[in-house]
């Protein structure tokens, strides 16, 4: 079942302007991935955050992870053309006896435009 | 770095008719392999997972099943397709750590 919800389903923006996307998640996890989707394209895998970790950083990207809420964001700044693309967060469960076989639970997703 | 094959990229079949899609990895040896399947505008679904030659578990009841015949060789079949079968098949296998997948290119299935 999907267990993640992105918001907004869909985000237009200006480049150089900055994009956030939200995602909830229903289970306890052991960490937590943001992946892109170019259209019609495979997935890129672009960062992962631990449960244990609160913000994480890589390059123009910006993650956190808040427990508490079961949710995390995922910020790009300074938005480029090329940044055009389905973003996807996605969670490895806390499986029993800590085995979950790296299976993703994937987001519905966020259709981000970047207009030049 | 692992490379995930996939083919055909794209396919049309008629309602009823078999069906098989191919992934091969390279770049890694005894891989956990994924099937997914995404919807037009949706996330993905997970099929099948495998941690193993001749090792299948499925996630949802389904028209398909998958086999693994050789270890980096992974393959979606059905015997019948049914409309509700069309979609984005996507196969992955797992980096070291289960820290991120790997993702191939896809095959676009319409059931016609």
């Known amino acids: 079942s999907q267990q993640g919800e992105e918001d907004p389903q869909a985000l237009s923006i200006q480049e150089g302007e900055n994009a956030t996307m939200n995602c909830s998640y229903k289970?306890?996890?052991?960490?937590l991935q943001w992946y892109r989707q170019n259209s019609g394209r495979g997935l890129v895998h672009l960062i992962l955050?631990?449960?244990?970790?609160r913000e994480k950083h890589s390059g123009r990207l910006r993650v956190t992870l808040d427990t508490s809420k079961k949710s995390s964001s995922l910020l790009i700044t300074a938005s480029r053309a090329a940044d055009t693309a389905s973003y996807f967060c996605?969670?490895?469960?806390?499986?029993?006896?800590?085995?979950?076989?790296?299976?993703?639970?994937f987001g519905q997703g966020t259709i981000l435009t970047v207009h030049p | 770095s692992q490379t995930i094959h996939q083919w055909p990229a794209t396919l049309v079949q008629p309602v009823g008719s078999p069906l098989s899609l191919e992934c091969t990895v390279e770049g890694t040896s005894n891989p956990n392999l994924y099937w997914y399947r995404q919807a037009a505008g949706r996330g993905l679904q997970l099929l099948f997972y495998s941690v193993g030659i001749g090792q299948i578990s499925s996630e949802v009841p389904q028209n398909l099943s998958a086999s693994r015949p050789q270890d980096r060789q992974f393959i979606l079949s059905s015997k019948k397709l049914l409309l509700s079968d069309s979609g984005f098949y996507l196969c992955a296998t797992a980096g070291a750590g289960y820290n991120e997948q790997f993702f191939g290119p896809g095959t676009r299935l319409t059931v016609l």
């Open positions: 289970t306890s996890i052991n960490n």
């Open positions: 996605a969670t490895v469960p806390q499986g029993a006896g800590g085995t979950s076989y790296g299976k993703l639970t």
């Open positions: 955050i631990r449960s244990n970790e």
